[in-house]
């Protein structure tokens, strides 16, 4: 028996220090992040297992950075877009933004919904950014969303309600911290961890591939037995 890795999240970190240690600016991390996203995604696009990728882009905490290095990360994130369109249609990649949009300039968003629609067919694998995505604030958005609907709060209608209840499987995070940062807490509760020192610009598809081998020989039990 082997674990099938159909939703892999992953915490891309260490942009910053990956330019730091090339005295360069952080910026210049986050430009080349931008290089491992494609790379990552587009494997994921030709492996017929991987159903669903979940990126952390930008945090609901992230906006205590300092404002040059936010306005950049949201020019990279529209400049990203608007490049990669291309990409998704050709490798029939449907993307699907979650966290809360509201908070982005009316240019951004523009850009954002657009993406979404044009690739709203594709039929391949879908590509999840988390932007101005925080779990805490997904979940109270939920809670709030069934609140103001006077529905109950189950397990399942908050499930429902929120940004996106599809299970992860994998959760990968790279640049060597051993932390969630308010990632997926709800959807990771049965998720297998994986963590590597790995600066984000840094990984590739064969540690990548590494991981996924280890994880579908991990016995998941979910609190049964096996
Ligand atoms: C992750 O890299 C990207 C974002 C949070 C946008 P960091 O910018 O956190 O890089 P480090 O962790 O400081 O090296
Ligand atoms: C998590 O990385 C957020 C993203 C990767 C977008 P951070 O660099 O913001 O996390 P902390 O501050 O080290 O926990
Ligand atoms: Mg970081």
Known sequence: MSNRARHIAIIMD?????AQAQGKNRTAGHEKGAETVRRITTFCAENDEIERLTLYAFSTENWKRP????????KLLEK???NELKTYLEGNIRFEPI?????????????IERVREETAR???????????????DE???AANA???????????????????NENVDLLIRTGGDHRLSNFLLWQSAYAELFFTDTLWPDFTTAEFERIIKKFKTVERRFGGLN
């Open 14 to 18: 260490g942009n910053g220090r990956w």
């Open 80 to 82: 990203y877009l608007k």
């Open 146 to 164: 069934l609140l103001g609907r006077g529905e109950t709060i189950s397990a399942e209608s908050l499930g429902h309600a929120l940004d996106t």
């Open 122 to 136: 594709c039929s391949g694998l879908v590509q999840s950014l988390a932007l101005n995505y925080g779990a805490q």
């Open 99 to 111: 966290g809360d949009l509201s908070s982005f300039s009316p240019s951004l968003r523009k850009t």
């Open 67 to 74: 404002k040059l290095e936010v306005e950049f990360l949201m």
């Open 139 to 141: 979940i109270v958005r």
